[in-house]
């Protein structure tokens, strides 16, 4: 008995101490945690409730402070990113940057314009399957700014050509990525 009390103690005392060599590494620890935090906050986002094509969030992760930015047209997709971030272990602060788009009846309309203008194209359609669009359409006071991903050049062209040719938009803003892992 006093033999197995004794391989148990060594065992603890030695996973206490390689648990201590492991935290030792605070480089490789911390970029380590980042990630995951980021993958976390990532999940966290796409599952607010609300969150649409027409908001788009994003987030910075340094250490355990986590920034939110990007436009909503909904406040409560903007109250619900936040509350859903600040319950993430390893979250100790969240920087809120998220804007609250003005309610518009005509940018209303141009969101939706606009949608129906990139996504009824057969080059732009795929990228609207499933319910977490790779294009996000954001509209402020007849302003579009497109954000999100798209496979390749030619695709975030035609989202551009696209997009102006709806009424009474003012610019578009083509902010979409090439080949980031769009769908």
Do not use: C
């Not at 603890?12 to 980021?38: F, K």
């Not at 027409?54 to 509350?83: H, W």
């Not at 940018?107 to 732009?124: C, M």
């Not at 696209?162 to 610019?171: D, G, I, L, M, Q």
């Amino acid at each position: 008995m006093r033999v197995v009390q004794n391989m148990l103690l060594t065992l603890l005392v030695t996973g206490v101490l390689v648990t201590g060599t492991l935290r030792a590494q605070p480089v490789n620890q911390n970029q380590s945690n980042d990630a995951w935090l980021a993958r976390e906050v990532g999940h966290e986002l796409i599952t607010v409730p609300w969150y649409s094509v027409f908001d788009i969030l994003k987030y910075k992760v340094e250490g355990g402070t986590v920034t939110l930015s990007g436009a909503v047209v909904n406040p409560t997709v903007k109250t619900d990113a936040i509350n859903a971030v600040k319950h993430i272990e390893g979250v100790e602060k969240v920087v809120d940057q998220i804007e609250v788009l003005p309610p518009s009846p005509m940018d209303n309309q141009i969101r939706r314009a606009v949608y129906q203008a990139l996504f009824s194209q057969p080059q732009l359609q795929r990228y609207e399957v499933g319910n977490l669009q790779a294009i996000h359409v954001i509209v402020k006071n007849g302003h579009v700014t497109l954000e999100g991903s798209v496979d390749n050049q030619q695709d975030k062209d035609a989202a551009t050509l696209y997009a102006k040719t709806v009424p009474n938009v003012f610019s578009v803003d083509n902010n979409l990525i090439v080949g980031s892992g769009s769908k």
